[in-house]
């Protein structure tokens, strides 16, 4: 249970004949199986399935399926373990089934398979005998992945939801198969320069209105968009264009539908039975419980599986902060405190420590990235010295700051600035990625574009002064699908992106900045080195409330790559001979202007650089004196 991963053939142990041994049971039971998805669930044999679920507390069990037309039922055999297993003649790839659970009680209820590799479209509640044969041709991307993503890389995601992001809403608003996506999908994201693709939890569940949040086939990838080797094809074409692949993930918490894992066995088996502890009142679900050792087991090899077996490149860890707090949006009386008397989930913590060493331990060269809204410490710190172990942690302080901020008309700014300049105060405390993600985009919240205060005009200037903000900070990039058009309108997973805004005037233009800013990234060592270094962001102009101006230095820790200074002007006035103190004499070379007429700006800016002048200023003994364009950012580098 310890197989590292490969390459090419790292499915072979889903093609192989598998069944549960003493072995797989033991190391279930001890809640150290990473691997289940090779020995557990359906795994297809020559002239028949070997089949293994979890319910210790069943009567009986047994699998009804397609493979006998649903007539009879084929029993499985129990074992001390809690597992029951069996064989069943007959039953191959393609076949639909359940199991048919009697409970102690003697009642009888219909499962999907928890470990099932795939299953039937929604509102089906089937599992399917899944062919998971594949050979791969991303050989290239994985001998490399794990420097696209390291903490000195820049790392720019773009976050999709695959049913609306291209729909085919004149065939029926049928929703596209995996492999469909992949080549439109890489087109648009290369050619906007982001480096991987983060995509909404693509997990089976039953309803599409909770985006993949509500998971009930926490091994199969939902039959909306196709079958496993379709998600396999996606997988493989955005590896050999160039794109990395991101999974949103979700262990905190489960559906109560009655074909899922809630009381699977008749008991409460997954979840907690005192509902202060297995109720989750935000999303009427179930939470898991991480005391329990096969459960972990389970979470842990539902994790490895998109590793192990879909080639994915990193997991986006779902709410976080509701799994470490016992008192997550509880009152008093509303939950119970650990051993100790706190409100720290004591069981979740090891579950999370667990997970995190699995993952790289195994896969070393891909991310796990927590949200997580509080101030949890050392989220994204090592096992070993007392943190969970994650790679990443989202920044969901920057982004409500810098949103709050960017609301305020600028006339009122300059009794909000210490809104930006708080980051710096906790920047280097973890590994960060600054999400501006779906969240904040439904609800009610409206469009990232319309939240901005002003005109039209000043609307897409303030639109890109935040994304100038997002790219300039210390930080791995992350921005939902629809952002870059600068929509109007709100996400609905109910239509899809409005795409006559590509090319649309003032929406080009944001398009074009975006564009432009992540290739700066990219291109800068400066830019991207320092995202996860204390050297990272050297402040230039932090103090200069009257008149909303910003300015700091990205540097590169390394030493080898230029500095990069960013200014940033708040308000629609112009801001004319502006000094600011740099730290190498010369000419100082404008490499990107956010009010460049090309990005629907006044054309404002210093005429491709600037010289520096034998002034001191800000702790410098050299200096340069500006336009800061109004609601504008410009990025400054020393001529090579």
Known sequence: ????????????????????????RYLFNEGTHRYLHRRFGAQPTDGGTNFAVWAPNAHHVAVVGSFDGWEHERSLVGSESGVWSGWVDGAGIGDSYLYRVTTSTGSVVEKSDPVGAATEEPPSISSVIADLSYEWGDDDWMASRGDRIALDAPVSIYEVHLGSWGRHVTDGKRFPRYDELADPIADHVLAHGF?????????????????????????????????????????????????????????????????????????????HADPRQGYHPDWNSAIFNYSRNEVRSFLVSSA????????????????VASMLYLDYSRNEGEWIPNEYGGRENLDAIVFLRQLNEAVYGEFPDVATMAEESTSWPMVSRPTYIGGLGFGFKWDMGWMHDTLAYLQHDPVHRRWHHGEITFR???????????????????????SLLGKMPGDEWQQFANLRLLYAMQWAQPGKKLLFMGA???????????????????????????????????????????????????????WVEGADADQSVYAWLRKDPTGEGRPVLAVFNAT??????????VPLPGRWTELANSDAAAYGGSGLGNYGGVETVPVDSHGFHQSIVLTVPPLGAVFLAPED
Request: a negative charge; one cysteine or more; hydrophobic letters at 35%.
């Open 1 to 24: 249970m310890t197989e590292h991963h490969n390459s090419k053939h790292d499915a072979s142990g889903d093609r192989a004949p598998a069944q549960a041994d003493e072995v797989d």
């Open 195 to 271: 480096t991987h693709v983060e995509f909404l939890p693509i997990m089976e569940h039953p309803f599409y209105g909770s985006w993949g949040y509500q998971t009930t086939g926490f091994f199969a990838p939902s039959a909306r968009y196709g079958s496993p080797q379709d998600l396999m094809r996606m997988v493989d074409r955005l590896h050999q264009r160039g794109v990395g692949v991101i999974l949103d993930w979700v262990p905190s918490h489960f559906p109560t539908d009655s074909h899922g894992l809630y009381e699977f066995d008749g008991t409460h088996l997954f979840e």
């Open 572 to 581: 629609p006035t112009p801001r004319h001979n502006y000094r600011l103190g």
């Open 424 to 446: 710096s105060v906790y920047a280097a405390s973890e590994h960060f990625v600054l999400p501006l993600s779906h969240d904040e985009v439904v609800h009610g919240k409206g």
């Open 484 to 538: 870059e058009l600068a929509t109007r309108l709100e996400w609905n997973h109910e239509s899809t992106l409005d795409w006559s805004l590509h090319d649309a005037d003032g929406h080009r233009g944001v398009r074009t900045w975006l564009a432009d800013v992540n290739r700066l990234y990219a291109a800068e060592p400066a830019m991207h080195r320092g995202d996860s270094d204390p050297g990272g962001l050297q």
């Open 304 to 319: 490895m599986c998109w590793l192990d077996r879909y080639h994915v490149d990193g997991l986006r860890v779902d709410a």
